[in-house]
């Protein structure tokens, strides 16, 4: 397991997504298929902060507290994107149910005609 | 330094594999829901992967967030709309999409593989390395001293040990969140407010909305 491993299995994730997003015509697998993207990118951060060291351990200041935790901002990073992919996650579905209401349909070509 | 012993290594790829094997049937299966369970095993997979690299909060988020919440409201969306019970039809766009993800994983995994990434052993200080892994002490005036420097401290300073950053990193997670990046800590709460808000706004029934309204303006 080297970081390489890892990049390539976040980035085979995020191509399945992408595969998904744009192959799919429901709305509610191309959201399923967004989650997937999401979850790859969220791989890759987490995988940065496993094995690659934060600049500032590498150079020669002094060593600080902040320095030390600086090595889990990809943690970080994780935990933001999780909370933004959650809410877009409630809205996107919420547009679905508004469109489905409207147009009693969920496909994505009948979302480029729809006005309101 | 951090040694990856051979078992993980082993549950790395097993746990990938079957990952990517039930994110594939996400973007093939027909019924959806089918694709809705698949996607709940490859949100807990990938919780998993997050316990491999030693990250356990993120992990606990993962599965808390992704398996318990999203998951569901996926279920949610598959039940409530009925027409999506006929199939999801792929669109003409599919060789256009497998040609995008190739060259999306091609390119992604070209970088990966080409790339001097820096290692861990790139860390001269030992005193960083130590904190990695084994642990630190902080004093109260701000330094930072090795774990077995703890007898060399002078009385009445107030000494806090903590264990290596990358074995045990939910307390620093937590101390980073609200120091380094309190900011963005408040902004996602208001984020996900204005999105609870949003929602709302989204579902509330058009009819009924109207009626309350002309009610208010009448009284």
Known sequence: MTIENVLMVSGALFAIGAYGVVSRRSLVTVIMSLELMFNGVIIAAVAFSRFTPAAELLNGDPLTAEAIRSALTGHAFAIFVTAVAAGEAALAFALVFAMYRSSESVEITDAAEMKN | ?219
């Open chain 2, 1 to 219: 330094m951090m040694e990856v012993s051979t078992l993980t290594t082993v549950a790395f790829w097993v746990v990938s594999a079957v990952m990517l094997a039930l994110s594939l049937i996400v973007v093939t299966q027909k019924d959806v829901f089918r694709a809705a369970i698949a996607l709940a095993g490859t949100f807990l997979m990938v919780g998993v992967l997050y316990f491999i690299l030693s990250a356990e909060f993120v992990g606990v988020v993962q599965i808390l967030v992704y398996v318990g919440a999203i998951s569901v409201l996926m279920a949610f969306a598959v039940m409530f709309i009925q027409d999506i019970a006929s199939g999801s039809r792929p669109s003409q766009g599919r060789a256009v999409a497998l040609i995008v993800a190739v060259l999306i994983f091609a390119s992604l995994s070209f970088t990966a593989q080409n790339t001097k990434w820096s290692s861990m052993d790139d860390i001269t200080n030992p005193l960083a390395s130590a904190a990695m892994t084994k642990g630190y002490i902080e004093l109260s005036d701000g330094e930072v001293i090795g774990i077995d420097a703890l007898p060399m401290v002078d009385e009445g300073v107030a000494v806090y040990e903590n264990s290596g950053v990358l074995v045990d990193s939910t307390g620093g997670l937590g101390v980073l969140l609200v120091r380094e990046y309190i900011l963005a800590f408040q902004i996602i709460g208001l984020l996900l407010v204005a999105a609870l808000i949003g929602g709302l706004l989204l579902m509330r029934n058009p009819q009924s909305s109207s009626e309350t309204k002309t009610g208010d303006t009448s009284a």
